[in-house]
């Protein structure tokens, strides 16, 4: 039963895609808390609603990036996690926090890495007249966004499109993505070996990829 912790700032529905994998029975797993920076985090509500464990630590609590990220390291070790998620979690995590969850800790960003690191990345996806776009999931490392690829999934950027229909498109393809990467977490086929990502024990040399959908 693979332990997971979540942390949110909005609204929380890649939380609730997980909420759903675990519930149906695609993914053995039990989320031991869901941790937001910001009290009003619908995400936080779907916790409560399954009765998961849920606190707050408002980061504008603290004097810098290290005191936050060192009270929000208490809470999480205290529920004990085998994976941290970051599921739409708005700060920029210091190198003491991702070197103390190294291969635990696990992000989804909108953009097919390494294209687009940073935000607006649907807008820039389509001021470049990119033919696709998409979201990938990825190891947490120091480097922003950079941290190795695990997998990604693929959606087609139309002629008409704005920024508005892309982000729809891809959230939807996230919801399927984050809880399959669990999936192969719990079942052992990730791993993080050797500072990398391995596959069916074998390095993953390439991001997985989702089969894509129909245009």
Not at 16 to 23: E, L, M, T
Not at 111 to 127: C, D, F, I, N, V
Not at 151 to 169: G, I, Y
Request: with cysteine.
């Amino acid at each position: 039963m693979l332990k997971i912790v979540v942390l949110i700032s909005g609204s929380g529905s890649n939380l609730q895609a997980i909420i759903d994998a675990i519930s149906n029975g695609l993914l053995k797993a039990e989320i031991r808390g869901v941790l937001s920076n910001r009290a009003d985090a619908y995400g936080l509500e779907r916790a409560r609603q399954m009765q998961i464990p849920v606190a707050t630590i408002a980061h504008t609590d603290f004097a810098d990036r290290e005191y936050f990220d060192a009270a929000m390291m208490q809470v999480i070790d205290d529920w004990a996690p085998d994976v941290v998620v970051l599921a739409g979690f708005m700060r920029i995590l210091t190198r003491t926090f991702v070197t103390h969850y190294q291969g635990r800790l696990l992000n989804i960003h909108p953009s097919l890495l390494p294209k687009y690191k940073g935000l607006h990345t649907h807008r820039r996806a389509l001021e470049a007249g990119d033919s696709e776009h998409g979201c990938s999931v990825h190891f947490v490392t120091a480097e922003l966004d950079g941290g190795p690829v695990i997998a990604q999934a693929v959606v087609p950027v139309h002629e008409n499109d704005t920024e508005a229909l892309l982000t729809e498109r891809v959230h939807s393809r996230e919801h399927q993505l984050y809880p399959q990467v669990l999936v192969w977490l719990a079942e052992g086929r990730l791993q993080w070996q050797a500072g990398g990502a391995f596959f069916d024990n074998a390095p993953l040399h390439k991001p997985q990829r989702l089969p894509d959908l129909p245009n």
